[in-house]
C-alpha cells in the first residue's frame, strides 16, 4: 500500500487565488511527521511547512498552511494568494517515528501546479 | 555558501560504466540521506548515515549501488556497471539529529542538495 498518496497529477490556480493540494497518508505508528516541499523546474527541493502528529493546532508559514486531519489520515496543503512563482512541483512527505530518530522521507507521488496569470 | 552541495551537477556516461557523486552536507549536520528521483516522479530513499556509521543500506536498488562516508563529512554514492534504468536525479540531503534542539529544530528538517542528474545512454 502507498504510504503516501497525491491524487491530483496537475493543477491550474488563478492568480491571487487560493488553492489546496491533497495528501493522505498511511501509518501505525503513532509518532509522525509530514512535509511539504516545492520543487521548481531547477530542481532544488525546497522545505515549506511541517507539521508534527501530536501537534494539535494546523501548521502555517507565511501563505503556506496545512490542513491536518489526523482522524482521516490528511495533510492538505493550502497556498493563499497564489504567485506566477509558485508555479513548480509540490511533493507531500512522511517522515515515520519522532523527529530525534531522524528517520527516513516517503515521497508521494507529486503535484504539479500551474498559476495563470 | 553553508547549504547541501552535490558534485557534479550533471552526469552523462555510457552503459556498463561506473560513476561516483559527491555529497557535502551542512557542515554541523551528522545525517546524511541519499534519494533517487525518476522522472514524474516523488523521491525514493536509498540510504543514509549517522556520522561515518551506515545504518540503513537495504533500500538500495541493487549491490551496484553503495555509499560511503568516511569521515563523517562528505559523502559519495558509487553505482557500477551502469544501466540505462539508473538514469535519474541523485538527491542528497542532510539533517541534525540529536544536540541541542534549538538547533536541531523541533522537526529535524532535512535540507536537500541541488541533485546529480545521470544520465545513462
Known amino acids: 500500500a502507498q504510504k503516501i498518496t497525491q491524487t491530483q497529477p496537475g493543477m491550474f490556480v488563478q492568480e491571487k487565488e487560493a488553492v489546496t493540494l491533497d495528501c493522505t497518508y498511511d501509518?501505525?505508528?503513532?509518532?509522525?511527521?509530514l512535509f511539504w516541499y516545492k520543487q521548481p523546474s531547477s530542481g532544488e527541493m525546497i522545505f515549506l511547512i511541517y507539521?508534527?502528529?501530536?501537534?494539535?493546532q494546523n501548521a502555517t508559514e507565511g501563505r503556506y498552511s496545512l490542513n491536518f486531519q489526523k482522524a482521516r489520515k490528511s495533510a492538505n496543503l493550502v497556498i493563499s494568494a497564489s504567485q506566477l512563482g509558485d508555479s513548480a512541483m509540490y511533493f507531500c512527505?512522511?517522515?515515520?517515528?519522532?523527529?530525534?530518530?531522524?528517520?527516513?522521507?516517503?515521497f508521494g507521488g507529486g503535484t504539479r501546479l500551474m498559476v495563470k496569470p | 555558501d553553508t547549504g547541501v552541495s552535490q558534485d557534479p551537477r550533471h552526469k552523462i556516461t555510457k552503459r556498463g560504466q561506473n560513476v561516483t557523486f559527491r555529497c557535502d552536507p551542512i557542515?554541523?549536520?551528522?545525517?546524511l540521506y541519499w534519494y533517487r528521483q525518476t522522472l514524474g516522479q516523488g523521491p525514493e530513499f536509498l540510504t543514509y548515515?549517522?556520522?561515518?556509521?551506515?545504518?540503513?543500506k537495504s533500500r538500495l536498488l541493487s549491490d551496484r549501488f553503495s555509499a560511503e562516508r568516511p569521515k563523517g563529512s562528505f559523502s559519495t554514492l558509487e553505482i557500477q556497471r551502469t544501466e540505462q534504468g539508473d538514469s535519474a536525479m541523485y538527491l542528497c540531503?542532510?539533517?541534525?539529529?540529536?544536540?541541542?534542539?534549538?538547533?536541531?529544530?523541533?522537526?529535524?528538517?532535512?535540507?536537500f542538495g541541488p541533485g546529480t542528474r545521470l544520465t545513462v545512454l
Open positions: 512527505a512522511m517522515r515515520e517515528g519522532p523527529g530525534n530518530a531522524g528517520n527516513m522521507l516517503t
Open positions: 540531503a542532510s539533517s541534525l539529529v540529536g544536540g541541542i534542539e534549538e538547533l536541531a529544530g523541533r522537526n529535524n528538517e532535512q535540507f
Open positions: 557542515s554541523e549536520h551528522n545525517r
Open positions: 548515515f549517522q556520522n561515518e556509521a551506515q545504518l540503513e
Open positions: 507539521q508534527g502528529s501530536y501537534d494539535q
Open positions: 501509518t501505525s505508528d503513532p509518532s509522525y511527521g
